[in-house]
Nanobody, 117 residues
């Protein structure tokens, strides 16, 4: 039904910036709540940011003021702009989609972000 493909990960120095993108298949992108999760070394998976079809957003306390999630329903994409990166932001970042009506959950395969000097 839905395929999610992340891109944009890589190595960045502390204080630097990076933008992740997620491309979704199909023409029903607006029917999904979109989110970014991450899982760092030795840590549990956690919600980073979420955005609904109306543009309302939620952020983890650890990234508020530094990260910005956005979506383009016409292009079936969701992005995560990451600024002032810290070593503790190092993680595999996963794009997530949840359907408004059915609750079906879809995941990308992940994109690795490493923040290190």
């Amino acid at each position: 039904q839905v395929q999610l493909v992340e891109s944009g990960g890589g190595l960045v120095q502390p204080g630097g910036s990076l933008t992740l993108s997620c491309a979704a298949s199909g023409n029903i992108f607006s029917m999904y709540v979109m989110a970014w999760y991450r899982q760092g070394p030795g840590k549990e998976r956690e919600l980073v940011a979420r955005i609904d079809r109306g543009g309302y957003t939620n952020y983890a306390d650890s990234v508020k003021g530094r990260f910005t999630i956005s979506r383009d329903n016409a292009k079936n994409t969701v992005s995560l702009q990451m600024n002032s990166l810290k070593p503790e932001d190092t993680a595999a970042y996963y794009c997530n989609a949840v359907h408004y009506s059915t609750g079906m959950n879809y995941w990308g395969k992940g994109s690795l972000v490493t923040v290190s000097s």
